[in-house]
């Protein structure tokens, strides 16, 4: 029988080359993005490769009304249901500096909007017992750089409820992963300065998915970035505060 | 759209870039590219000399562009976008039933690239090229409007556009009409044959659906010109291919590794490997049509220098005199590699620049050594004399004059395109060189 997997912010690179490789192991895909019209395009790429049921809805982290399609069609597939969230934003930090709003979407796109949607879907889960949560954070998150602290905070939020979601979820027979990506090649990061050791989006899918079915609870990917924050972590502040990495 | 600013080379690593690219994600943003700048599109890289260079200009990277947006299981008929690539759309539809009818001899190769180049594959006598499997193009021309092509609408651009080295505009994605696939297993005849005439003779009298001749170039005298025979054909099994693990070349190797004793030592053996009765064996799909995929990065090792492909095709009046100076000169010089192709081609040709006519086409690689461009700028000159044609999507030496003279639509090609892309917005630095676009 298939499973069911959400993929949240499937438009993204990463949820893309994600969505590709669950529909080909032959699953359904719920892909749910802002731009829905070009989330189709993805939706009939999943159901050529193998996806029972492949379909788009639209969905915005900043509207919460938006959720209730996804949890509907989700509730009407039999079966496990699995989420993957991969939204976010990540404006410059001297645009929020400029103006403290714009930290608020990026807040809400990467902190309070998945933690909001993954928080209604949880009940289902619970009901069926089973079922993974795959939440994509970041390695920003481990530590607040000059560079960009404010999607940084967001996502060490994002850690930490996801934290808190596996010990509810695990007694239900469910599972949460973390995973904290250093760079990956996207249109995020297409053309900027400083990129060293830059996975494709579709080596990340596969570390995601040996994450799965492994129940890894938090991953890094590639796997040296734990190392790299490890020594990060361990910079002492007095140092860290005046360095600019 | 940001902007990284990139230095790359075409397959072959002997001419190189340094360009601004763009590689969208979306068709909208792909769009928005165009309302900044219209720019050629590039594909995998995988055209061996300049076709998807442009110095100092702008580029659009279409991998990103790798939807499967329509496929009808009944019919065989799939839209994609234009940055998928054959290997995807194989591996993807061939345990569903369907193939692509024409494949290049890299899967890596993208719908668009296939399209643009009008690449051919080892049935080329039989199925034609690639256009010919086109139904309709969605282009992204240079006033921003993303038009649909047909062989029948828009008949004039639709040939100017397959075959037409990206000049009139980016193909966002195409239909295309596959063919049935019984099975993902290919049974392959191998026979030898020890001289030019004989192989030639038995490329002409084959029936195969797929054929295609592996040459020794550095074979003399008497076995000038012998090689390997590999007749092709699908079969009806059911089993699951074995699939080799893809190894990747990780560095460039040094000058030796393809020096002419070992080439030819290689060629010995290679060429013995086939038992002189010849013998038939099975083989995956993938390991057939795209024999070198699974060494990824081949092309390192030819090392830091690169290497020149120069594949031609000759019409059939002159094909045999000429193979025979070609190939005398070749081992003469003692620079070519194993890699040697010698492949019987038929009349199909879908666009105006079309590379295949009816004839044989000989392909070979020669690393980037001291008189190897000589060389190849020979071969060039033989080819245009006896009537043939060199392939856009391997050439990096050849000459404006000995192009126009091989391609005998050219100055219809140039009159659709320079209305379609007034500005030239799509130059790119092998259009430079053979001044495709002729006169301004």
């Not at chain 2, 659906?209 to 020794?216: A, F, H, N, P, S």
């Not at chain 2, 002159?318 to 081992?331: G, K």
């Not at chain 2, 245009?384 to 091989?406: C, I």
Request: charged share 20%; with cysteine; glycine share 10%.
């Amino acid at each position: 029988m298939s499973d069911t997997w959400i993929i949240l912010g499937a438009s993204s690179a990463m949820g893309r080359a994600f969505a590709r490789l669950v529909a080909a192991k032959g699953h359904n895909v719920i892909l749910a993005a802002r731009d829905v019209a070009d989330t189709e395009h993805s939706a009939r790429d999943c159901a050529a490769r193998g996806a029972p049921m492949a379909k788009a809805i639209a969905v915005d982290m900043r509207d919460a009304a938006s959720f209730q399609p996804i949890y509907d069609l989700a509730a009407a597939q039999s079966g496990t249901i699995h989420a993957a969230v991969f939204v976010g934003s990540m404006p410059e930090q001297a645009e929020i500096d400029a103006d403290p709003a714009l930290g608020d979407g990026t807040i809400q796109d990467s902190f309070t909007g998945p933690v909001h949607f993954l928080h209604g879907l949880a009940p289902l889960m619970e009901q069926r017992g089973s079922g993974t949560v795959i939440g994509i954070g970041s390695v920003a998150g481990d530590r607040g750089r000059v560079g960009n602290y404010t999607y940084g905070a967001a996502k060490a939020g994002f850690h930490t409820y996801l934290s808190g979601l596996r010990n509810r979820l695990t007694r239900a027979g469910g599972h949460v992963v973390t995973v904290k990506p250093g760079f990956v090649d996207t249109a995020m990061t297409w053309g900027l300065p400083g990129m060293f050791l830059v996975a494709s989006p579709e080596a990340v899918a596969k570390d995601l998915w040996v994450a799965a079915e492994k129940n890894k609870n938090t991953i890094y990917t590639p796997f040296f970035w734990r190392y790299i924050m490890l020594i990060i972590r361990s910079i002492p502040e007095f140092l860290f505060k005046k360095m600019s990495i | 759209m940001r902007w990284n600013e990139m230095e790359y080379t075409g397959w072959g690593r002997v001419l190189k870039a340094k360009a601004q690219v763009a590689r969208p994600e979306k068709p909208a943003a792909l769009k928005d590219v165009f309302t900044e700048t219209p720019a050629p599109a590039i594909g995998a890289l995988r055209s061996y000399g300049d076709t998807a260079l442009n110095d100092a200009g702008k580029v659009v990277n279409m991998t990103r562009l790798d939807r499967f947006i329509g496929f009808d299981a009944k019919s065989g008929v799939l839209e994609a976008e234009g940055g998928v690539t054959i290997t995807d759309i194989l591996s993807t539809f061939a345990p569903q039933g369907w193939m692509p009818a024409v494949m290049p001899g890299t899967g890596f190769a993208t719908l668009g690239g296939c399209i643009a180049n009008d690449v051919h594959g080892k049935n080329h006598h039989g199925a034609g090229t690639f256009g010919e499997h086109v139904l309709s193009i969605d282009l992204l021309m240079a006033d921003g409007e993303t038009r649909t092509l047909t062989p029948k609408d828009n008949k004039n651009l639709f040939r100017a556009t397959v075959g037409g080295v990206g000049q009139t505009g980016v193909i966002v994605s195409a239909k295309i009409q596959m063919k049935p696939c019984s099975s993902r297993l290919i049974q392959v005849d191998e026979r030898r044959a020890n001289g030019l005439a004989e192989f030639m003779e038995m490329l002409k009298a084959s029936t195969a659906t797929y054929c295609v001749g592996w040459i020794d170039a550095t074979a003399k005298g008497d076995s000038l010109g012998r090689g390997i025979l590999e007749e092709a054909e699908l079969t009806s099994s059911q089993m699951d291919p074995k699939l080799r693990k893809s190894r990747r070349v990780p560095m460039d190797a040094p000058g030796f590794a393809l020096s002419p004793p070992v080439v030819r030592q290689f060629n010995k053996l290679y060429f013995n490997r086939i038992p002189a009765e010849g013998r038939g064996v099975l083989r995956s799909l993938e390991d057939f049509f795209f024999p070198l995929d699974k060494i990824h990065d081949w092309n390192r090792l030819y090392g830091k220098r690169g290497f020149h492909q120069f594949q031609c095709v000759l019409p059939d009046a002159t094909a045999e005199e000429t193979l025979l100076d070609m190939l005398r000169r070749i081992s003469r010089a003692g620079l070519a590699s194993p890699l040697a192709v010698l492949k019987r081609t038929g009349t199909g040709q879908a666009g105006h620049l079309t590379f295949p006519m009816q004839g044989f086409t000989l392909a070979l690689d020669f690393a980037n050594a001291p008189g190897a461009a000589e060389l190849v700028q020979e071969l060039n000159r033989l080819t245009a004399s006896a009537g043939g044609r060199v392939y856009f999507a391997k050439d990096s030496l050849a000459t404006a004059t000995e192009v126009a003279g091989m391609y005998p639509d050219l100055a219809d090609w140039q009159t659709v395109v320079n209305e379609a892309d007034p500005a030239r917005a799509f130059e790119t630095d092998l259009t430079r060189r053979l001044n495709l676009r002729g006169a301004k």
